[in-house]
């Protein structure tokens, strides 16, 4: 039936005077950590994201969205930066990637290697 984690706070507002302290938080991370995963403990997206980095031999950080302080204004930041609402949130450099899909695609289309070049 696929993964559920997109109804997740799905009722919060993007007000962005109440986002934007939590999106330069977001910023900040991403810039800190070449690459980076913003994700759901139990989301079957999220785990197979990082499955599938660590198979790939990528070094990355993750944060565990469930987990947080501040979970929801996190999450409504990532979702106002992104333009999505579902996790995993990959992050590669500083700049947004995408999530799931986008890493299989790149995984795929055997350009794994040149995702870990790029975060550096």
């Known amino acids: 039936m696929g993964c559920q984690c997109s109804t997740y706070d ?3 507002e993007a007000r962005t005077d109440f986002i934007e302290p939590f ?10 950590y070449p690459i980076l995963v913003y994700s759901r403990s139990l989301c079957e997206h999220s785990m197979l ?3 599938l980095l660590r198979k790939n031999s990528v070094d990355f950080e993750y944060f565990e969205l469930d987990h947080m302080n501040d979970n929801s204004q996190i999450y409504g930041a990532l979702q106002n930066l992104t333009s999505r609402q579902s ?3 990959i ?5 947004y990637f995408g999530g799931l ?5 790149t995984i795929d289309n055997g350009q794994i290697k040149d995702l870990y070049r790029c975060a550096y």
């Open 49 to 51: 994201t990082k499955y």
């Open 10 to 12: 799905k009722h919060i």
């Open 23 to 32: 999106a330069e938080v977001v910023k900040n991370q991403a810039k800190e």
């Open 91 to 95: 992050f590669v450099g500083g700049t």
């Open 101 to 105: 899909r986008e890493l299989q695609e």
């Open 87 to 89: 996790t995993p949130y």
